[in-house]
């Protein structure tokens, strides 16, 4: 089925870090298989959304003589894209023109009032707002009913942005009576407004009627955050017990220990305020025991010893180990041995903790003498093995790496029945694979297979022996290795296995074998990235300087494999209709229009109306929440995947019909129609993303599947590591690019405009692909790692492409560069193609 292929794809988006300065370091080399993209929070998404958007078509080009409404449409584009002045100028001519349809006429004015106020120009929007509100009282037929509680909200906005925050409570209030199903969005910001003016009260009285606004299980994550902000305000007015019982609320449907923690922590401090000192060490005391390895336990306990509170000192130890407090940990575990019973089960872990914590405080002596105590008196604990680990891990940070692959091998040898004595051989042959002594490598990695052929590292350690013998011209020992992985443990990277495998026959002169591995590889998974490598090696064997990127068109599939798909709507649908169980509509509704559990949802309403006032982050929540609701009916993912997408929420759109072919027949994407796959590989900003791509060397289809990896087309995207935008720019890539275009009176907050963020990503990439010797496959690398990292690894590891991806250093690059040229595969199939 084409559920595990096309999810993972869709997962997989997002994990980059985004564009990065030269030199910029990746910083997880740890194994992952993906990095789902996360809903991003209204603090960083308030980006701006058109009040109608028509989607997958360039913005319309206005004739010589524009008529009103198209004014109006293309300055709904350009506030779309971020160019407000040009949104403004559109704007103004439809309310200039005296044939402008009167309803265009209110739009106008209200999505100039918009334009104003995102482009920080407050009394103009504020002026802009009053005027419609006196347009709309004299004639108050000629417009939709929300168009006034839209005009309010965001005449509130304005107010509180100059701020005079009663003034704005009072227009939010005004648009919350036309707009009732507001009530939890637009309560926070009256919330908000009375902290600006310093009316806790106000202001904790409008965020509990938000949080009773919403139930705990249509969302408790948006609750949690509701009742944590309730939380604060009471404590900052004084009044502690309110806040006591609203942490309380909080822990009633609190799941996660480590948050529960960090919830009876900040109780415990509450109480403390009031003078309540039993009621405070009652609350850290379970904030310890609900997360112990965590820093709210380790605040509490704190607390706790200031206070002189008995306190068991093993866990103690065990807390401020956690927390890296070395000097505390060493004392508690001291005091735990001084003081335990003979026999006592804990006895050999506190030692073992305890020459942990040696370790952490540089104490090497001490803990070295610790872990030979523990390895001499404690053989039934399960702290016997990592006792051996962490005696060569001391060695090895002492810089006497020999002596701890020593340690290693001899743990593995003389206890094989531990259970990390698999574990040891693995860590002995990647410290000798890091130190390129690529012979002891291969002899811890071959002992481990030969004496543990059971253990999850056995395959992980002849994929990488396979790889090794094919590096070093040894075509024949590789065959035998990744054959002993593919026959023995086909469960493990069967396509990564399989490509190299038939790379392995060709070196050995074996062609024939080679081409039959690579064909069965190809067409299993043809839109995966090592049945990507099949297809491509089967036409050319050796993968240099971007053949991988140029010659996809050549391999990739047909638009679609159903017989008469003409990539219409009517198709689709009648190809769903042979499988989804309709059991929500009557007979004859069509699947395109959403069942009424999903049409009456609030949060549909209040998702509409939140894009119309340029409030996206909280749109998205709204938006999200539908989808969580209705993730597992097949029949209302394919209405809300073409909702979402009328709405410019692609992402939600992306992963509602990849959702959607989870649960189809479908063995592959391409056994879908066309009409489903294209919101799967769409096309939005279609007229920027080409006109940056072509005006910087690139094909535009790169550049789409580089979007679709980065962002998902979410323009108000924002990562971890602060990557910004559709492009995913850092910080101080944005300023350094700025500075390279000339960009006039730069700031960051400009970064999250689709027409800024587009240029700047693609000026990036193509920069890149220059400062790497044309190679776009190193540019996408340092696009996500940055361009010094990718230099340097394709100094060490050659022109050969699907090697150099294989060898990065870290995980995240590599993930990042097979997933876009799985998009590219896509794009290529249904844009460069005509069906």
């Not at 202001?203 to 949080?211: D, K, P």
């Not at 956690?322 to 006895?347: C, K, M």
């Not at 050549?554 to 042979?578: R, V």
Request: charged residues 20%; aromatic residues 10%; contains cysteine.
């Amino acid at each position: 089925m084409v559920a595990s292929l096309i999810m993972l794809i869709v997962l997989l988006a997002g994990c980059g870090r985004g564009a990065q300065k030269e030199g910029a370091q990746t910083s997880s080399p740890s194994a992952q298989t993906g990095m789902p993209v996360v809903l991003p929070t209204a603090t960083n998404t308030d980006a701006p959304a058109p009040t109608a958007m028509p989607t997958f078509t360039p913005s319309p080009t206005p004739s010589p003589t524009p008529i009103p409404h198209d004014r109006l449409v293309q300055g709904q584009w350009e506030h779309r894209y971020g160019d407000y002045a040009a949104a403004r100028n559109e704007f103004n001519a439809v309310l200039d023109a005296a044939d402008a349809d009167p309803r265009d006429r209110l739009v106008a004015r209200l999505d100039l009032g918009r334009a104003y106020l995102v482009d920080g120009f407050y009394e103009e929007a504020l002026s802009a707002f009053d005027t419609l509100l006196d347009e709309l009282n004299a004639a108050p037929t000629a417009a939709a009913p929300d168009l006034r509680a839209k005009a309010h909200y965001l005449r509130g906005a304005a107010l509180a942005a100059l701020h005079r925050t009663d003034e704005a409570s009072a227009a939010y209030a005004l648009a919350l009576e036309g707009a009732p199903w507001m009530t939890e969005f637009i309560q926070q910001r009256i919330g908000q407004a009375r902290i600006g003016g310093g009316d806790l009260d106000g202001a904790a009285t409008a965020y509990r009627i938000a949080a009773d606004a919403l139930s705990a299980d249509r969302d408790p994550v948006a609750m949690a955050r509701l009742l944590e902000t309730l939380a604060d305000l009471h404590l900052r007015a004084g009044r502690y017990d309110e806040a006591v019982a609203v942490y309380d609320e909080i822990l009633a449907m609190a799941r996660i220990p480590a948050y529960r923690a960090d919830i009876q922590n900040r109780a415990g401090q509450a109480l403390a305020s009031a003078g309540d000192e039993d009621g405070a060490i009652e609350r850290w005391l379970a904030a310890t025991e609900e997360a112990p390895a965590s820093r709210p336990a380790y605040s509490a306990l704190v607390e706790l010893v200031n206070r002189e509170v008995p306190f068991d000192p093993y866990q103690r130890g065990y807390i401020d180990l956690q927390a890296e407090a070395w000097r505390p940990a060493i004392a508690a575990y001291q005091t735990f041995l001084e003081n335990a019973q003979p026999g006592d089960p804990q006895t050999g872990q506190a030692w073992l903790e305890l020459a942990q914590a040696y370790l952490g405080a540089g104490d090497y002596a001490n803990a070295n003498a610790t872990l030979a105590q523990v390895i001499e008196d404690y053989g039934d604990c399960d702290c016997f093995g990592q006792a051996w680990l962490l005696t060569a891990r001391a060695l090895a940070d002492q810089g006497d790496r020999v002596g701890a692959r020593r340690v290693y091998r001899t743990f593995a040898r003389d206890y094989p029945d531990q259970p990390l004595a698999a574990e040891a051989l693995w860590r002995s042959g990647l410290m000798a694979f890091a130190d390129d002594n690529q012979v002891e490598a291969t002899l811890d990695f071959l002992a481990l297979a030969d004496g543990f052929p059971a253990s999850e590292r056995t395959p992980q350690a002849l994929y990488v022996v396979g790889l090794g013998a094919l590096q070093a011209e040894l075509p024949d020992q590789a065959v035998e290795v990744l054959t002993r992985v593919q026959e023995k443990y086909p469960d493990y990277r069967s396509l990564a296995v399989s490509y190299w495998l038939g790379r392995a026959y060709h070196a050995a002169g074996d062609a024939e074998a080679g081409n039959r591995v690579w064909e069965a590889g190809a067409a299993q998974t043809p839109d995966f990235y090592y049945g990507i490598l099949d297809a491509q090696s089967l036409q050319q064997p050796r993968l240099r300087t971007n053949i991988l990127i140029d010659r996809m068109g050549a391999i990739a599939g047909p638009p679609s494999t159903l017989e008469d798909d003409d990539a219409s709507q009517a198709y689709a649908e009648t190809w769903l209709a042979g499988w989804i169980k309709d059991e929500n509509e009557g007979e004859g509704t069509p699947l395109s229009e959403p069942p009424v559990s999903i049409a009456d949802d609030p949060d549909l309403a209040a998702a509409r109306f939140l894009l119309d006032v340029d409030a996206r982050g909280d749109a998205l929540l709204a938006a999200g929440r539908l989808y969580a609701h209705n993730k597992d009916d097949p029949r209302s993912l394919y209405a809300l995947s073409l909702l979402f997408e009328k709405m410019g929420l692609y992402r939600l759109s992306m992963i509602s019909m990849a959702r959607l072919l989870e649960f189809s027949p479908a063995r592959l994407v391409e056994d879908t129609p066309i009409f489903l796959q294209k919101r799967v590989y769409p096309q939005p900003f279609a007229d920027l993303i080409v006109r940056e791509a072509e005006a910087n060397g690139l094909d535009p289809l790169l550049y789409f599947s580089l979007i679709r990896q980065e962002s998902q087309f979410e323009e108000g995207a924002r990562s971890v590591a602060s990557a910004q935008g559709l492009a995913q720019i850092i910080p101080d890539t944005g300023h350094w690019i700025a500075a390279q275009l000339g960009h006039p009176d730069y700031s960051n907050d400009q970064i999250y405009l689709p027409y800024v963020n587009l240029r700047f990503g693609a000026y990036y990439l193509g920069w890149a692909r220059d400062y790497l010797d044309g190679n776009l496959i190193s540019a996408l690398v340092g696009y996500n790692a940055g361009p010094g990292n990718a230099r340097n690894w394709r100094q060490r590891y050659g022109d050969d492409d699907p090697w150099y991806i294989e060898r990065l250093d870290f995980n995240e690059p590599r993930v990042y560069v097979q997933t876009i040229l799985q998009n590219l595969y896509h794009y290529n199939r249904l844009y460069a193609q005509t069906p």
